[in-house]
């Protein structure tokens, strides 16, 4: 079993930057390929970035090209989401997923937290 915590959401003006971070427990997530999705009110969980088990190989869909940064620390079992020039319509519930045995982390991930809310003003 895994246990993925979120933590840095929170209240941001449009065009600011937030990190969050994934913390974690139970079983090294170096196994694992390690995704960030995120879900508004309203709509469907979609996917804002994903990066490999070593971390060589990152993948970002169109809205969070340019913008987010996934990285990973496997040593402390961590997982990063850097998040620049944010825009109103970032404002989410950002979730940390972990999957095995794939390049980049769908909504069938084995592991997910709870989520971590975003809000950014206009």
């Known amino acids: 079993q895994v246990q993925l915590v979120e933590s840095g959401g929170g209240l941001v003006q449009a065009g600011g930057s937030l990190r969050l971070s994934c913390a974690a427990s139970g079983r090294s997530i170096s196994t694992y390929a390690m995704g960030w999705f995120r879900q508004a009110p309203g709509k469907e969980r979609e996917l804002v970035g994903s990066i490999s088990r070593s971390g060589a190989y990152t993948y970002y869909p169109d809205s969070a090209k340019g913008r987010f940064t996934v990285s990973r620390d496997n040593a402390k079992n961590t997982v990063y989401l850097q998040m620049n020039n944010l825009e109103p319509e970032d404002t989410a519930v950002y979730y940390c997923?972990?999957?095995?045995?794939?390049?980049?982390?769908?909504?069938?991930?084995?592991?997910w937290g709870k989520g971590t809310l975003v809000t950014v003003s206009s």
């Open positions: 997923a972990a999957e095995r045995l794939v390049q980049v982390v769908t909504t069938a991930a084995n592991y």
